[in-house]
């Protein structure tokens, strides 16, 4: 699909208000005999194989639009167009009071791009068949420099928020720690990020005996995964995006009900989200400095894995009771976390993690689970992903759910009394930050899903690259 300025005159959208009143045949046909009534993202198309076809889309009202409904409209509206294989689109790209100009060109892109993804590497027929190969839009008032920089964004975000994607629906038996590793270099070193990966060797050495101990009942090697993008050399200050890389989650010896256990290869999406946000700062060149840490292995059950009631000692110092191994994300994060505030010295810190049930208990696919120990790096997140449209949800962090982590024979426990899942998962997180300002976002529930929602596939959403990129980017 690619964008160009001016008119082809093949087909056309025309967008239309709720009970907008305006001169078009056809629009006062259908309204006449109420087909269509202009509500947000519905469409119609009309065929026309000697003239121009045209597809009608709703926008609904004016005041309630946002850069999220376009986004969602406008995928409609490819969607719509690829089912009668439309190749070329016109779009007179519409102005909203509300609205800056510039942000509205790069959702309506992005709508338009995210219609293309469907997860089909191991169909022997594909279904997706994209059909759209040009779509031409009149911008008025804007140079079009401006409005291929606009277009480039959307450009960027998909291709990164589907890198994430493939990364996340490749099956564990195709995705352990090396491939994961391999493929944080392939995807970033072309674009001047540094890509380290650490063996065991190295792991046993910075003594990450939380992380080792959940690797240790899988013959695949773990891989700490380190990769650097310095956009802003002058500038000391650093972020660190620290990503839950488990490329398998059996439970291990709290062995998961196989019901639980088949979606399990998706437990490295907040590595994956990591790397496609990495990947689209850096395309970008975007002004900041970002070190994003993966702590890869697979929580399995052998011979030689680790069982509950051990205790094990960590990176920072910490002697920790596990008392359930498959509260194993938040074992990794712990030793990920503890470089990143101490060795990666970094000002921020925000996780990502496929970490708890009870967080999708709690929020549903929609929404993902969010904890701090700062409300000014939690607010700036908070904006960013509003914008992304990718919502999040602060949960509370009273220290009394700090009680329920305390052991009697470690200095902390892996799980809680009873309840509050999600927070307790998090506030264990908490106390291997060091005091650095730190958001954890749970994002078990948003993910992946096996429905398509939106402009959301089936399968891994890929959420959250655009928060993290908005994040860095400061808008
Ligand atoms: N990877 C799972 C969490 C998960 C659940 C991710 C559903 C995606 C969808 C995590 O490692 C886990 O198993 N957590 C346990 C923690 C419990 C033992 C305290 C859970 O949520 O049941
Ligand atoms: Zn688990
Ligand atoms: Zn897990």
């Known amino acids: 699909m690619e964008f160009k300025i001016g008119k082809a005159g093949k087909s056309k959208i025309i967008l239309v208000k709720k009970d907008e009143k305006f001169d078009n045949d056809l629009y006062s046909y259908l309204v006449e005999k109420e087909l269509f009534k202009g509500k947000l993202s519905e469409v119609y198309f009309d065929l026309s194989r000697q003239g121009e076809s045209t597809l009608l889309l709703g926008l609904g009202e004016e005041e309630k639009l946002s850069y999220n ?35 509205t060109i790069t959702a309506i892109s992005e709508g338009f791009l995210q219609s293309n993804y469907s997860f089909e590497k191991y169909l022997t027929e594909k279904k997706l068949k994209p059909t759209i190969k040009e779509v031409y839009y009149e911008v008025v008032g804007l140079e079009d420099e401006i409005v291929l920089q606009a277009i480039r964004e959307a450009e960027i975000l998909v291709d990164s928020i589907n890198v994430t994607r493939d990364l996340v629906n490749e099956r564990a038996i195709n995705m352990y720690p090396e491939v994961l590793a391999q493929a944080a270099k392939d995807k970033l070193e072309g674009l001047g990020v540094k890509v380290d990966v650490l063996g065991e060797e190295k792991i046993k050495e910075l003594k990450m005996e939380a992380f080792l101990a959940v690797a240790e009942g899988s013959d695949k090697e773990a891989k700490f995964i380190i990769m650097e993008y310095t956009g802003d050399p002058a500038n000391k200050e650093k972020i660190a995006l620290v990503g839950k890389g488990l490329t398998y989650d059996s439970g291990g010896y709290s062995l998961k009900p196989s019901t639980s256990m088949d979606t399990m290869f998706t437990d490295m999406a907040g590595g994956a989200t990591v790397i496609g946000a990495i990947k689209a700062i850096a395309s970008s060149n975007l002004k900041a400095n970002v070190v994003g840490i993966i702590a890869a292995c697979e929580n399995l059950v052998s011979g030689r894995a680790y069982k509950p009631g051990d205790i094990v000692g960590s990176m920072a110092g910490k ?13 990794t994060l712990a030793d990920a976390l503890w470089y990143a505030a101490t060795v990666v010295k970094a000002d921020k810190i925000v996780d990502l993690a496929t970490l708890t049930g009870a967080c999708v208990v709690a929020l549903g696919s929609t929404t993902t689970g969010a904890i701090t120990n700062n409300d000014e790096l939690m607010n700036d997140l908070l904006a960013a992903s509003e914008f992304a449209g990718e919502p999040v949800w602060q949960l509370p962090s009273f220290d009394d759910y700090k009680e329920f982590i305390k052991s009697d024979f470690a200095d902390i426990k892996n799980i809680g009394d009873k309840g509050a899942g999600a927070i307790t998962a998090g506030l264990f997180l908490e106390a291997f930050v ?42």
């Open 69 to 103: 409904s376009l986004r969602k409209a406008f995928n409609k509206a490819a969607i719509e167009l690829r089912k009668f294989k439309v190749e070329s689109v016109d779009l007179l790209v519409p102005k909203f009071e509300k609205l800056d100009y510039i942000k």
């Open 319 to 331: 002697t920790i009771e596990v008392l359930n191994t498959d509260a194993e994300g938040r074992l």
């Open 434 to 475: 060091d005091d650095t300002p730190w958001v954890h976002l749970d994002i078990a529930g948003t993910a992946y899903d096996t429905k398509a929602s939106g402009y959301l596939p089936k399968g891994a959403s890929g959420v959250h690259v655009k928060t993290l990129y908005y994040l860095i980017k400061g808008e």
